[in-house]
């Protein structure tokens, strides 16, 4: 089952120093044998709050308070838990308001607080207008230093992640499904493994007070940025850190070191799920570079050339959709991607210190999927090995110089980037940064990033599909997939099809592997 692969494959996890206490006694063979408790996780020091401020005349002013502290500090066991401890806290009441109190309270100012958890980010997040900046104010602050933590607060918490795990997840999203399986694979015996959700035995065994517990030792002020951005008065930003400095206890940790992923060669993993209507497809390997690599600029102008997020810009999207129409998006990226809401930008807070290189093909008609992932595949590995023409380079730059700018169009999105810079320790703004790197790339230095970090023998494929088994045999035997078109297509591209349709993956059925959808993150 894919639950023991996920949560145990490997040498175990240990947990952190003063998480979840382990057993005394092994109950399998009575209490007269001992266990050992694992070793502590080792862990990098505490440092202090660091304030961003982003002065302006705006009238909606913003607040966050961004921990370095995602689901990766969730211990063996209890998955879920950092992005329970996050939710109770905004969904839970503060001081002496109950959620219904504090919901009533924050109406009449329109005020919003939210709160958003990734791997290693946790970002609480405060909009209100400047005229209502002292009343909003004192509830933001009681939901990060009172949080009440309500039994039937918890409960009730809980239960809607448990729901939106087996019934969203597994039950309706396949595209998000195949991303968090290529984690899975990606990062196998690692804190990335399982979704920020959670697993079902995670969230089965956190009790509240784990919660209360895991929140003191996570959201401190030594992993806490704070940014403040608007027309908020003199002395304010200055007040608000000091507030957050107050996160600090003994029981404090710092972020844990990270394991390096372990991989041993390409795979393909595919989660049978009946009633898929088609096949999600995430395909990815993990790389060492981050926003701060002298090579991150670089990639990022690969991923835009081979596919920009929901855009023609890219190639794949261009060959795969625009000329044959097998599917809906064909998108890579250099970096771990989450869109914010309905916008085709990326969210602020998924800042990691490991990253790895994706596409994303989707969603592909089972008819076609074979075909399809022949055709990702070979694409992947020949524009890897061959990279970009001088004409491709320069087209591509042209573009993403100036689409890139779009990112910032609010003050609220440009402040969740300016916070994500401190994570990184970034000598210069995000997208100033990038820019000024990519005027100074040529196409040689592109394509040697590429094939430096990229490394396609590493190829992992995430599937979701119905029949996953015929599915899977299909693929292992290598028959040909001749490709299906809506319409008429140019003679040169079924040309270069009849290629595709032969063309071999390499993965044996030994490193493919199938998984029913309710074996997944159980």
Avoid at 95 to 121: H, N
Wanted: one cysteine or more.
């Amino acid at each position: 089952m894919l639950a023991a692969l996920v949560l145990a494959c490997g040498p175990a996890l240990p947990r952190a120093t003063g998480e979840i206490p382990p057993a005394d006694v092994d109950e399998r063979f009575g209490t007269d044998v001992v266990v050992e408790a694992p070793p502590p996780v080792p862990r990098e020091e505490l440092g202090v709050a660091q304030l961003v401020e982003a002065k302006s005349g705006s009238p909606v002013v913003t607040l966050r308070v961004v921990f370095d502290a995602g689901s990766a500090e969730d211990p063996v066991g209890r998955e879920g838990l950092t992005r329970l401890a996050a939710r109770l806290r905004v969904e839970g009441g503060a001081g002496e308001r109950s959620v219904a109190e504090l919901s009533r309270a924050l109406y009449p100012m329109a005020g919003r607080i939210e709160v958003a958890v990734d791997r290693e980010q946790t970002a609480f997040v405060g909009r209100v207008h400047r005229d209502h900046l002292e009343d909003f104010y004192a509830l933001f602050r009681d939901v990060l230093l009172r949080p009440r933590h309500d039994a039937a607060d918890f409960e009730r918490l809980r239960a809607r992640a448990q729901s939106a795990l087996s019934l969203e997840l597994r039950g309706s999203d396949d595209e998000a499904l195949g991303k968090e399986l290529l984690h899975a694979m990606l990062y196998e015996g690692h804190p990335f493994a399982h979704p920020v959700l959670g697993t079902e035995a995670g969230l089965a065994a956190i009790t509240r007070d784990e919660v209360r517990a895991h929140g003191e030792r996570v959201f401190c002020s030594g992993r806490a940025i704070v940014g403040v951005a608007g027309d908020y008065p003199e002395g304010f930003a200055a007040r608000f850190l000091e507030d957050i400095a107050r996160l600090d206890s003994d029981h404090c940790v710092g972020r844990r070191v990270l394991p390096e992923p372990r991989l041993d060669g390409p795979r393909i993993w595919i989660v049978d799920k009946p009633d898929a209507q088609s096949v999600a497809m995430s395909l990815g390997v993990p790389i060492e570079v981050t926003r701060d690599h002298p090579d991150y600029a670089a990639l990022t102008l690969a991923a835009a050339y081979l596919g920009q997020h929901r855009t023609f810009a890219g190639w794949l999207m261009n060959e795969m959709r625009g000329k044959r129409g097998l599917n809906y998006g064909d998108y890579a990226y250099a970096e771990h991607f989450e869109q914010e809401g309905w916008t085709r930008f990326p969210r602020p807070h998924t800042a990691r210190r490991q990253q790895y290189f994706s596409f994303w093909i989707r969603p592909v008609p089972r008819e076609r999927a074979h075909f399809a992932l022949r055709f990702a595949v070979k694409a992947f590995r020949e524009k890897v090995a061959r990279g970009l023409s001088a004409e491709d380079f320069d087209r591509i730059r042209g573009f993403i110089d100036g689409y890139f700018a779009l990112y910032l169009q609010t003050e609220s999105r440009r402040l969740g980037f300016d916070v994500d810079d401190r994570f990184y320790d970034a000598p210069d703004p995000w997208l100033e940064g990038l820019r000024a790197q990519w005027a100074a790339l040529d196409v040689d230095a592109v394509n040697e990033a590429l094939r430096r970090h990229v490394d396609p023998s590493k190829l992992q494929i995430a599937l979701v599909a119905s029949d996953a088994e015929a599915f899977a045999a299909q693929l292992a035997e290598e028959r040909p997939s001749p490709a299906r078109y809506a319409g008429n297509v140019p003679d040169e591209v079924r040309a270069f099809d009849a290629n595709v349709e032969r063309y071999r993956l390499g993965i044996t059925r030994e490193r493919m592997r199938v998984v029913p959808v309710r074996e997944l993150f159980r």
